[in-house]
């Protein structure tokens, strides 16, 4: 069995730096509150990131080709927005849950459209559109709560099976179809080629404009599900119901270990990144540390996701640059016999 190098062990470390920054954080809170780690708060962990999870997946594929959205929060408010007063009008939950389908995937459409075709820049397009859905939402429930829901719509936020909550379930089966995906299928290694080289994805014949479209499509439909799902959770829609979901969602995805630059991720660094967040933020409120506090931890917790992408970019870098001079190191003495 090889001895790993220094430069590998480092490279290991910092790749699993979330990890082993989690383990820390459930050892403190478990110390400093005995609560912490009992069965009913890690339910209570579970259901609380199953929204932001489900979002923050479809996130970081967009990452991964080397975009980002920040519409997100306002697309799941605008989708819950429209779909609750189809439900309200009707009264049939379907109705709704398609015309708040639709417009997500409307509004994931226009995002890849203007970014992938227009190629206007994916941080300002995708941060004009978290202003204007936002602000529709809120001009069309006049800063108001939609309440009024059909029973079994609003039923499906407290249902169960086997005990386990809905939301959980459907985290679960998205983190297993996103690895999949990822790992076992053309799409996920064209997103990852997409985001490691545009250029290079046109002279193989990658149909880049086409995959960054549809991958919008897909965060714009999830971003109006999650808003859905958090309408029936909460039983009426609040003007404001995704509202810090992509600054959530963003953070969960840079702690994972996607590179902001793209090309590059892993499904089982998101899911370390999602239960960080969700650890950090359940720790502080059975600590009952101030929810003014709270903001400013996560988006401290933000900044040091970031700086964890560049040191990882970095030691990347740094570990391919070292096996390239090994490996020329080795060819000299066989060219030197040639000779």
Do not use: C
Request: no cysteine.
């Amino acid at each position: 069995m090889k001895t790993p190098t220094s430069e590998q062990v480092r490279l290991f470390l910092v790749r699993n730096g979330v990890l082993f920054a989690l383990i820390a954080l459930i050892a403190v809170f478990g110390v400093l509150n005995p609560r912490f780690l009992t069965v009913q708060n890690i339910q209570t962990i579970l259901l609380q990131i199953s929204e932001l999870g489900l979002i923050a997946l479809p996130v970081a594929f967009i990452v991964m080709q080397g975009t980002v959205d920040m519409s997100v929060g306002s697309v799941a408010t605008l989708a819950a927005v429209a779909g609750g007063y189809t439900m309200v009008a009707t009264g049939n939950p379907l109705a709704g849950v398609a015309v708040g389908l639709a417009v997500g995937v409307a509004a994931g459409a226009i995002n890849g459209f203007l970014v992938a075709w227009v190629r206007l820049n994916p941080f300002v397009v995708t941060l004009g559109f978290l202003s204007a859905w936002g602000g529709l939402a809120l001009f069309l429930t006049n800063g108001k709560t939609v309440s009024g829901l059909p029973k079994s719509f609003t039923a499906l936020g407290s249902l169960s099976v086997l005990g386990i909550r809905l939301q959980i379930i459907l985290l679960i089966l998205a983190i297993a179809l996103a690895w999949f995906i990822l790992e076992h299928t053309a799409r996920g290694r064209e997103i990852l080629a997409v985001g490691g080289s545009m250029r290079a994805s046109h002279l193989m014949g990658l149909p880049v404009e086409g995959i960054k479209v549809s991958t919008y499509i897909v965060s714009g439909g999830v971003a109006a599900f999650v808003g859905l799902l958090l309408a029936a959770k909460l039983g009426a829609v609040s003007p404001v119901v995704g509202q810090g979901l992509e600054v959530d969602a963003l953070t969960v995805v840079l702690l994972g270990g996607v590179a902001f630059e793209g090309g590059s991720g892993r499904i089982s660094g998101i899911v370390y990144g999602l239960v960080f967040v969700g650890v950090l933020k359940n720790g502080l409120v059975i600590l009952g540390v101030s929810a003014y506090l709270q903001t400013v931890l996560v988006g401290l917790t933000l900044v040091a996701a970031v700086l964890l992408d560049k040191t990882i970019q970095q030691a990347v870098g740094r570990a391919i640059a070292t096996r390239g001079r090994r490996q020329a190191a080795a060819q000299r003495p066989t060219a030197a016999i040639s000779d």
